[in-house]
Structures are given as C-alpha cells and as structure tokens.
C-alpha cells in the first residue's frame, strides 16, 4: 500500500491507496513543533487501526509520498522516511522531482508543492484546460494550460483566516461556527457573519475564476473547475462555476508522482 501526506499550514492529510483507490483517510492537526518520533507514534496510532495494516510501524507499506507547505515537518518526516521506514521508497516532493507539469513561473521554486502536486491530478483526471480551486489556509486558484503546464494562479485569505480576522478585529464581533445560515439576510449577527463568509466566498470563486478562465481559453467554458480543500462543502452549493469536486485531489496527485519517480531511485 502507498500511504500519501499532505502537510498543510493548518492540517495534515494522509490516505492510504490500495493501488488506486483511497481505502483510508484521516486529517489532523498541523503542529511544526512535532519531532519525528513524535511522528512517528502518531502515524503507528493511525494506522494501527487499519485492518489491512500490521501492529509494527510499516507493516504493509509499500511506498511513501510527501508533499508539505511547512519546511520544518517536511525536515521532520524525512528523518521518519529514514529511520522507521528506511527499506521503503519514499518520495518527497521538491525541486528536481519529476511531476510530468512544466511550470510556466518566474521563479518555479516559489509554487507551494501542494499546488504543483493538484495540478499533476487536475491533468490527469480532467485534462486541460483547468483551474483547480483549494480552500485551505489560503484559498488557491491554480490554473493549468491546455497543454497540461502549470500557468500560475491566484491566492487569497482561506475562509477560516478571515473569521479569525472578524473575531480579533471586531469589537462586536466573536468566533462563529462555519455553517450555511438559513437565508442570506441574517436576523443576528452569527447569522449575517455566517451569510458574509459563505456568499462572499462563493462570489469571490465565481469572480475569480471567470476572470483566469478568460486569460486561460479562447472559449472558457472549455475550462474545468476542480474544486477540493476541506472547507470546499461549504462553497460548493453556493458558487456557480465548479464543475467538479474531487475532496482527495492532492492524495491522487501524490500517488501519480510517486508512481512517475519510484521507478527512478
């Protein structure tokens, strides 16, 4: 089996692949604290749960691939790869690793991994062109070129960000729960909150999206979007342009890259 990590800024996301089917999943906390025995133990706690996994730490995984936002996990869980799974291929994704995307930027060492890593998937999946939209800390848009290249994209505060930022910043205003309110006019002041984030969002995607599909295609409706992120149900219903949601998009884009540099160590 080929275990998969995403390290965001905000959480972590591991599946497990049975070849290509995701057969387990779990999403934690992102800590750049954690050392890689602490690691260690969490990953053995998680997957000790696994039917299909053994009781010692790496029983039943055939490879690893690593793709994380936060340098110092990504030091942290090479130092895992090395001393719990040290016969096991493992794949970590930075600069000289093959994905099969040109990346059409000034600087393609600045592209966060995740993104490259959603555009290998995007390709694969939908083919191009697309723009694969991730609510996450931030919230990006990336677009991918008919040719499959990765052509740059947009980024902009994720939605938890900007209810932290009303909560601090507004008097008045508190923490709130991040769930569709009954009607876009609140009647209190969750309510109206709640109708600001979900319809402003669901706005922001339709605006932005439109504008990068008018740069990206001669006809946009050409253009698929991909959306995924763990705050992406809260959208989806809202805004008009997604044309697809594929919540493991960053795992699958994972295996793919796996599957296209294993061969090579």
């Known amino acids: 089996m080929l275990l998969t990590i995403d390290v965001g800024n905000t959480h972590t996301v591991l599946g497990l692949f049975d070849g290509e089917d995701i057969v387990e999943h779990w999403r934690i906390s992102t800590d750049a604290r954690r050392t890689a025995d602490e690691l260690a133990v969490l990953l053995q706690g998680l997957m000790g749960m696994h039917p299909l996994l053994g009781d010692e730490l790496g029983d039943g995984i055939d490879g690893i691939a690593i793709c994380s936002t936060v340098p110092s996990v990504l030091h942290e869980l090479r130092e895992v790869t090395r001393r719990y799974y040290g ?6 994704v930075e600069p000289g690793i093959k994905t099969g995307v040109p990346i059409l930027m000034d600087n393609p060492k600045e592209v966060g991994a995740d993104r490259i890593i959603n555009a290998v998937a995007a390709v694969e999946l939908y083919g191009g062109p697309a723009i694969v939209v991730d609510f996450g800390t931030a919230t990006t848009f990336d677009a991918v070129s008919a040719r499959g290249e990765y052509a740059g994209g947009v980024i902009a505060p994720g939605i938890e960000i900007s209810v932290e930022a009303l909560g601090v910043r507004g008097a008045q205003l508190r923490k709130i729960e991040l769930a569709r309110p009954r009607a876009v006019i609140g009647k209190n002041t969750v309510e109206a909150m709640q109708a600001g984030i979900v ?7 339709d605006g932005v999206v ?49 599957e296209r540099n294993v061969s090579r160590m």
């Open 87 to 92: 016969d096991v291929p493992a794949v970590l």
């Open 199 to 205: 319809y402003g969002f669901a706005g922001q995607v």
């Open 210 to 258: 439109s504008r990068m599909a008018r740069e990206l295609a001669d006809d946009p409706d050409d253009v698929t979007v991909i959306a995924t992120g763990g705050l992406a149900p809260m959208v989806l219903g809202e805004a008009s342009v997604i044309d697809e949601h594929e919540p493991w998009l960053t795992l699958i884009g994972l295996r793919l890259v796996y």
